[in-house]
């Protein structure tokens, strides 16, 4: 496709409920990114992804959130035993190459999934 | 803890007035700085970027950003509003760490006034 799409769009869950909320990149990026942004904030990062190896998981809140990227395209985000405070938009995000110290590239956002946490 | 601060979380103008957005980074031997909008129920667009170079950006949308580095700023201009403009606008800076990761401020939420 001709951008990052997600899905779904809006997801409403019961508190203790798993929920799993996917990434389809620009084709052919290489890095992908996950980002949650509260209400009223800018995103925060989540997780970064090169290909399927998962590089650094430093913003996951907890280890209820778990992310993979088995084919080093589609990734998917989920939560398991969703809590209120993971009520959120997460963003997902690919560039194409593979980022360094000296240089940096641009990041193709989606539109977000909007989770609900009841 | 590098750190990016927009100023202002809120700014109304009228429409065909200049607007100017404030963003400080604290600090990065190289910034990568850009500006991203979000409309309602919209994702984050790219407005524009600073890698190197020329530090009068120009972007999309009629907006241009000016990098100073003396001020550790990259501020947001557009010399006439239009309606269509209200949205949030988000700076953010490159994290140096290897892997990228984006650093946003918390944002600033544009109204327009007819």
């Known amino acids: 496709g001709a951008g990052v799409s997600q899905s779904p769009r809006y997801k409403v869950a019961k508190r203790g409920q798993d929920v799993a909320l996917r990434c389809d990149p620009i084709?052919?990026?290489?890095?992908l990114f996950w980002y949650q942004q509260a209400l009223g904030q800018g995103p925060e990062f989540l997780t970064y992804f090169q290909n399927e190896a998962q590089l650094d998981k430093s913003g996951l809140p907890s280890d209820r959130f778990f992310a993979e990227r088995p084919e080093g395209s589609v990734s998917t985000l989920k939560i398991q035993r969703t809590q209120q405070e993971d009520s959120a938009v997460y963003l997902c995000?690919?560039?194409?190459?593979?980022?360094?110290?000296?240089?940096?590239?641009?990041?193709?956002f989606g539109p977000g999934t909007r989770l609900t946490v009841l | 803890a590098q750190s990016v601060t927009q100023p202002d979380i809120h700014i109304t103008v009228s429409e065909g007035a200049s607007l100017e957005l404030r963003c400080n980074y604290s600090?990065?031997?190289?910034?990568?700085l850009f500006w991203y909008v979000q409309s309602p129920g919209q994702g984050l667009q790219l407005l524009l970027k600073y890698f190197s170079g020329d530090t009068l950006v120009q972007g999309i949308k009629g907006f241009e950003a000016e990098f100073k580095r003396s001020q550790s700023s990259f501020n947001l201009r557009k010399p006439s509003v239009h309606w269509s403009d209200a949205a949030e606008y988000f700076c953010a800076d490159t994290l140096e760490d290897g892997y990228n990761k984006l650093i946003f401020g918390a944002g600033t939420r544009l109204a327009v006034h007819p």
């Open positions: 600090y990065g031997a190289t910034p990568y």
């Open positions: 995000a690919s560039s194409l190459h593979t980022p360094g110290l000296e240089t940096t590239d641009t990041q193709y």
């Open positions: 084709s052919g990026h290489v890095s």
